[in-house]
């Protein structure tokens, strides 16, 4: 036991490191863009270079970088403020900076996209899961029968179509020319205030999402499915007289499993960086959004607090994964 | 003594209103007031709600007509009408002395915040000085930072700086004993000063509510209106504010309809558009315009709204004038410059962009028709009759000919295969095509022109770099208010806010100057104007442009919207004026 | 009466460049206790031949015909063309299957307890606790200390030979009459092979099995066989006893397969001998001797012999032969 936990404080020891590594590199990269951040702080005042000098200067972007990155660090632990006398503006830690965009501090407006993008990933995992392996398991084992053409051809269309597509293509069928259809256009309802609401606001973009999603996972679970088949232990469970049910459901299906979680697993940590199309076409406000917003605003605080939260996302699921690993996999269990 | 009788004033002028609202109620009222209207747009949040923050026409008309009263405003009337001015918080327009240098407005009484506290001069004063704090309050128009008299070393109320100096400002900008008159020193003349103040950034701001950037999310109303809720990812709710004064206010008083205002934020352009072409819901109003791809949708080949769109669907002039800059330091012969304004296929470009019947007619200048005050046809474009939409080869070469002997030196440089002109334009899929029919009408007059396309994002910073820009520049300008001082010295000036001509060798700036600065200062809007169209003429005499579109826009909202009509001065829908039809 | 009797057995397979004949036309009996080793390189359709029958191949593209009569308590059934449900119910019960790689042939993310019990539990409706029983006694049998506590124990947590045992104890859950042995000692070390095959000797004996052992290696039979049936281009070419086989090897492919044993009693100096050449391919072999290419001997046979297919025939009482050496000798076809 003592060694599951010096284990685990390893993996959380590196992962602060690789951590600090991605801010640092992250923070680098956008040092070093051709944006004056100064320049980006006045709108259409900025044809004056009086004032760009003047808020380059007041918001510190005068500073060498690491100096600007010590100061963001310090923030992220102890909180930071902003402007001074009656505009004063305090990020309690971790802060993350704020947002003179979007006039709040970066770590609330990260918090609240969270809650909407786990919802949207949540459900259209699971939706993407039973679709991609149900039919990807039916089109294993109907290979070459219709069922399997089907298959191949929803898979066809679930990777050519555009998110964007599907989700207009459900929005115009499913709520404009739908007088009876229980969705919203579009937005999203929190399920604290209305857990009905949260549902029917996520409805058709789980099922866009999903749509995409569940294409890759049916080819995946397929050729999963028919590689495993040609295991030696596939020919011992039918050669002790089990059956088909049994040797698909039970054998080939356990060992599909590892590859299955490890792919669901980073390609939901991928979706809680956020689902840019479908948030853009459901209008959800959650991180795709923010981050989307972020690049074509150039406001360089979100576009760096995102992209070290999607680092971290797959830091941390990776870790996740390797436990969750042990578990499937007796042999990683020594 | 003198409280009460203000007290007694407001008590009177109270109840005026009333009988007057009552009169409504019973008369014509009923039909149009009530019930939610909701507006769509694909922006994420407004860019800006805080008043000293707002620039664009679109956001001036959207707050000034709910929330936001200045000290005078544009009249909200259909057509020209729309460009006069208005009082507003002031009892009149504004009274101008020491030569346009001193500009004075008294507030009316009776006005008042959305927490039922009386609007002071002090408040307005406090709003205008958040100018200044140009770090915090940004994007808003800087006018009073240009205008008001020796604040240099101003940097606004959140400064706790020694050397901020506080006391220029509380110079340049002084309130009466009764704090309801407000004067502003200015440190040149300024004869439209009181259209200037139509400008949100001229509002009032309470001293004690501010909290610098996070205003932008619970601005204080001084109007009809107040925000319910607001969240930048989401919607802005507006509900009825009941402790504005209708008396007080006779530009809003009888025009505030709906009882709710929503507006949903972050909507797919697509999907809004189909939302309002199915009009779901016959209350909604699109904010942005209808994408390109749907014009044909809502409006014939002509630009008129299809049968069905009848009523509830514009195709009209936008606030913008699009033309391609010409950088006279470097295009310094006039022959050449006339030359290119005949050889360009017109007709070829606006085919490009979709068709005349919807992104605009051939500009024949600067200044556009909207600015009914300031615009006179200047014989150029349609008017020209050497000027054909598909170009006039033979006009244009006869310029070059002559070209060839004023300029040859120029000449020869245009001419050469290897070095011709550049044009810096946006890089972008229409501008690539754009660029092979500049390349082949030009070509037809023997003139070369090659393309420097520059990422849309850095385009403006790269062009407005003298040492970076070329020879021609695409751009695209829109006064910021119904005055074309906002439009003429800006484009011409040298040190001006869009200086892309590079003018100031030319032989005939130095006239240009003089009159230019002289009706800065002019007092009389009519003679003003006039004179705005004489030196828009004179502008292109000197083809310090070369003219391209008075461009349009589209806008489209649900059948159960009535009283909309185009505000021309803010080039947007006269958003206050929505009703509900019942 | 054969316990198993295999006739006129063909498997066909489709392949992108053309029909693979990996059997064409095994004909063997299998006694009651009697263990027949079937010997042949890779590609010899020794393996394909018992996988055909037992309904291990892919289904599609494989075509199978002839027959192969078993003897079961409910009488002869005919396991060719025989419903899918029925063959399995025999699969494991009737005829259970060693094969090659142990590590490959168990589940890696089932205890073998699981996979024991689950080999059991197929056939018997039992409580699970009884198939646990079983799983232990024959664990102990097959020689795995501490049985109890291994059941929880993975694959991978055995060595080689451990897993081999285990396998064979998981093919002696229920009893069967048959032990088709494929290649059961070819991935373990030379010291384990001598155990393993040792066991699968003892067991027959006490559990009165017949076995199938194939192998390609007839150095493992020597001592484990009663009969040898020798297979080449998916055809049997030698059929003899154990001891008429290794006295009086007649077909050259036979011959060349025993001189490449390294035998303990011919000393150091002698060098092990290969036989030259490939297997042949099994697309379209032709109406030819399919070990021509390879023979020895072809010169002692007139021009165009070798052309013609020969016939399997027997040259003397047990011992079949298909070869044109011994034309002269009856068929018994």
Request: aromatic share 10%; hydrophobic share 40%; net charge neutral.
């Amino acid at each position: 036991m003592s060694g599951l936990l010096a284990y685990i404080s390893r993996r959380l020891g590196v992962m602060i490191l690789i951590l600090l590594a991605v801010s640092f590199t992250v923070y680098l990269i956008f040092s070093f863009l051709p944006y004056d951040p100064a320049s980006l702080t006045c709108g259409k005042n900025c044809a004056d270079p009086e004032i760009i000098a003047a808020n380059r200067i007041r918001l510190g972007y005068d500073k060498p970088f690491y100096e600007q990155y010590w100061v963001f660090l310090v923030g992220l632990f102890a909180g930071r403020t902003y402007g001074e006398g009656q505009a004063e503006i305090f990020c309690a830690a971790p802060s993350f900076g704020y947002s003179f965009q979007q006039n709040s501090c970066v770590t609330d407006l990260v918090g609240n996209a969270i809650p909407v993008t786990i919802s949207l990933a949540i459900g259209s995992l699971i939706l993407w899961l039973v679709m991609g392996v149900g039919l990807g398991v039916v089109a294993a084992k109907f290979r070459g029968k219709i069922w399997d053409t089907l298959s191949t051809a929803f898979v066809l269309v679930g990777t050519s179509l555009p998110t964007f597509l599907t989700g207009l293509i459900l929005i115009v069928f499913f709520v404009i020319k739908a007088p009876w259809s229980p969705f919203p256009p579009g937005g999203y309802t929190a399920p604290d205030v209305d857990i009905v609401g949260w549902f029917l606001s996520l409805v058709l973009p789980w099922i866009t999402l999903a749509f995409a999603y569940a294409a890759i996972y049916t080819r995946f679970v397929r050729s999963q499915i028919l590689e495993i088949s040609t295991e030696d232990y596939i020919r011992t469970a039918r050669a002790k007289g089990l059956s088909e049910g049994v040797v698909l459901g039970k054998h080939t299906m356990r060992a599909a499993l590892a590859p299955i979680v490890t792919m669901a697993g980073l390609d939901f940590a991928g979706l809680l960086g956020g689902a840019i199309l479908t948030e853009a076409i459901f209008n959800l406000p959650g991180m795709g959004r923010l981050s989307l917003n972020a690049v074509v605003d150039i406001d360089l605080p979100i576009i760096v607090a995102t992209t070290i939260l999607a680092a971290t996302i797959v830091v941390v699921m990776n870790a996740i994964l390797d436990i969750v690993y042990a578990f499937i996999d007796p042999r990683v269990r020594v | 003594m003198l409280k009460g009788k203000k007290s007694l004033k407001v008590a009177v002028a109270t109840l005026s209103a009333a009988v007057l609202a009552g009169g409504l109620l019973t008369g014509c009222a009923p039909a149009n007031t009530g019930g939610t209207l909701t507006y769509l747009t694909n922006s994420e949040g407004w860019t800006h709600a805080d008043p000293n923050r707002n620039y664009t026409g679109l956001h001036i008309a959207w707050f000034g007509s709910y929330m936001h009263r200045t000290l005078t405003a544009y009249d909200r009337k259909a057509g020209a009408e729309g460009s006069t001015v208005v009082p507003d918080l002031a009892t009149d327009t504004g009274r101008a002395s020491n030569g346009n240098k001193t500009w004075e407005f008294t507030l009316r009484d009776g006005v008042t915040f959305e927490d039922g506290s009386a609007i002071t001069c002090e408040d307005v004063k406090y709003g205008v000085s958040r100018t200044f704090a140009t770090d915090i309050i940004t994007d808003g128009p800087t006018y009073a930072i240009g205008m008001l008299d020796g604040t240099d070393n101003y940097k606004g109320p959140y400064n706790t700086d020694a050397d901020n100096d506080v006391a220029s400002y509380d110079k340049a900008v002084t309130c009466s004993e009764d704090n309801k008159t407000i004067t502003f020193n200015l440190r040149r003349a300024v004869g439209d000063f009181n259209y200037t103040v139509t400008y949100l950034s001229f509002s009032p701001v309470p001293k004690a509510k501010d909290t610098g950037d996070g205003y932008d999310l619970k601005p204080v109303s001084s109007g009809p209106y107040k925000i319910q809720s607001y969240s930048k990812t989401d919607s802005m709710v507006l509900v009825r504010n009941d402790k504005w004064n209708k008396s007080s206010d006779p530009l809003r008083a009888e025009r505030a309809f709906p009882d709710k205002i929503v507006v949903k934020f972050g909507q797919a352009e697509e999907v809004r558009d189909q939302l309002l072409i199915a009009d779901k819901d016959k209350y909604a109003v699109s904010l942005d315009a209808l994408l390109p791809t749907n014009q044909s949708t809502v409006f014939d080949a002509d630009g008129n709204p299809k049968p069905e769109f009848e009523g509830r669907a514009i195709n009209v002039l936008d606030p913008y004038v699009r033309y391609a800059a010409v950088n006279v330091s470097k295009l310094n012969c006039l022959p050449i410059r006339q030359a290119i304004y005949y050889a360009k296929d017109f007709k070829g470009l606006i085919t490009l962009a979709g068709g005349q019947a919807f992104n605009g007619d051939p500009a024949d200048g600067v200044i556009k028709p909207l600015m009914g005050l300031d615009y006179a046809k200047t014989g150029y474009a349609s008017d020209d009759p050497n000027w054909k939409q598909e170009g006039n080869v033979a006009k244009a070469q006869e310029l070059m000919a002559q070209a060839k002997m004023d300029c040859p030196e120029l000449h020869a440089r245009v001419t050469d295969p290897k070095r011709g002109i550049v044009y810096d334009i946006a890089d972008s899929e229409t501008n690539k095509k754009a660029s092979a029919i500049w390349v082949e009408s030009l070509a037809k007059a023997g003139i070369v022109i090659k393309f420097n396309f520059i990422e849309p994002g850095s385009y403006y910073a790269v062009v407005l770099d003298p040492s970076k820009q070329g020879d021609l520049s695409a751009a695209g300008w829109g006064p910021d208010w119904a005055n074309a001082s906002t439009v003429i010295p800006e484009l011409f000036t040298e040190g001006a806010g869009f200086p892309l001509s590079q003018n100031w060798n030319d032989p005939a700036y130095a006239e240009f100057k003089k009159r230019s600065d002289a009706n800065l200062a002019e007092p009389d809007r009519v003679k003003q104007g006039k004179e705005w169209a004489a030196l828009n003429k004179y502008v292109m005499d000197q083809m310090w442009v070369i003219p391209g579109t008075f461009s349009k826009t589209q806008e489209i909202w649900g059948s159960g919207i009535g009283g909309a009509f185009f505000w021309e001065p803010q080039g947007a829908l006269s958003f206050g004026d929505l009703y509900l039809k019942k | 009466m054969a316990l198993l009797s295999v006739r006129d057995l063909r498997v066909q397979f489709a392949t992108p460049d053309g029909i693979v004949d990996a059997v064409s036309g095994v004909s063997f009996d299998l006694k009651e206790g009697e263990t027949l080793a079937i010997v042949g390189e890779s590609g010899s359709g020794k393996s394909v031949t018992n996988l055909a029958y037992m309904g291990l191949l892919p289904k599609t593209r494989t075509t199978i015909t002839g027959s192969v009569v078993l003897k079961t308590e409910d009488g002869e059934v005919d396991l060719i063309g025989m419903s899918v449900e029925d063959l399995r119910k025999i699969r494991g019960k009737d005829v259970a299957m060693i094969f090659q790689d142990p590590m490959s042939a168990l589940h890696p993310y089932y205890s073998i307890g699981d996979q024991l019990i689950e080999a059991h539990q197929a056939h018997n409706e039992v409580a699970k606790e009884v198939s646990r029983d079983r799983a232990i006694e024959l664990l102990a049998l097959v020689g795995v200390a501490n049985p109890d506590e291994r059941l929880k124990a993975y694959p991978h947590q055995f060595s080689g030979g451990m897993r081999q045992r285990v396998m064979i104890a998981m093919a002696l859950m229920n009893n069967p009459k048959v032990l088709i042995a494929d290649e059961p000692t070819t991935a373990l070390d030379v010291t384990v092979q001598a155990q393993i095959l040792k066991l699968l000797r003892d067991i027959q004996a006490k559990f009165k099995m017949a076995v199938i052992l194939i192998t390609h290696d007839l150095g493992v039979v020597a001592g484990a066989a009663d009969r040898v049936n020798v297979m080449y281009g998916g055809r049997l070419v030698e059929s003899a006893s154990v001891n008429d086989l290794y006295e009086n090897p007649l077909m050259p492919y036979t011959v060349g397969l025993l001189d490449s044993i390294p035998r303990m009693d011919q000393g150091h100096g002698k060098r092990l001998r290969a036989i030259p050449g490939q297997p042949p391919s099994l697309i379209q072999l032709g109406s030819g001797c399919a070990f021509a290419a390879r023979c020895s001997r072809k010169s002692e046979l007139p021009n165009g012999k070798c052309e013609t297919s020969p016939e399997l025939k027997a040259v003397s009482a047990g011992h079949l032969v298909r070869c044109h050496l011994y034309d002269s000798k009856e068929s018994v076809k």
